[in-house]
Nanobody
Framework: VQLVESGGGLVQAGGSLRLSCAAS????????MDWYRQAPVKQRELVGR????????DYADSVKGRFTISKDNAKNVLYLQMNKLRPEDTAVYYC?????????????WGQGTQVTVSS
């Protein structure tokens, strides 16, 4: 499984961005796809999750009501719509997928895309 993020950039506070994560390869056994982010000198944190079975959730408290995860299953693309962006949202955003084959879980990460929110 390969994950490629796109859509990052520089935006003013209050603005919006939409990130995309294209999954390719053997994606049939992916069970969840998530967005994580990591700001400088901070730990990587879960932004939100999408389940292959349907639905999204597990949003970080700091993004609830502002960020929305969606997925185009036909294209195997995961989206992160970010509205009302704040300077504290500045981070590298990573796409993550979990593939489950029998009892073994495999983790895949994208290369990350930088989001910078100016005040």
């Amino acid at each position: 499984v390969q994950l490629v993020e796109s859509g990052g950039g520089l935006v003013q506070a209050g603005g919006s961005l939409r990130l995309s994560c294209a999954a390719s390869g053997n994606t049939a056994m992916i069970t969840t796809m998530d967005w994580y982010r990591q700001a400088p000198v901070k730990q990587r944190e879960l932004v939100g999750r999408s389940w292959t079975s349907g639905g999204s959730g597990d949003y970080a408290d700091s993004v609830k009501g502002r960020f929305t995860i969606s997925k185009d299953n036909a294209k195997n693309v995961l989206y992160l719509q970010m509205n009302k962006l704040r300077p504290e949202d500045t981070a590298v955003y990573y796409c993550h997928a979990v593939e489950r084959i029998d009892v073994v879980a495999y983790d895949y990460w994208g290369q990350g895309t930088q989001v910078t929110v100016s005040s």
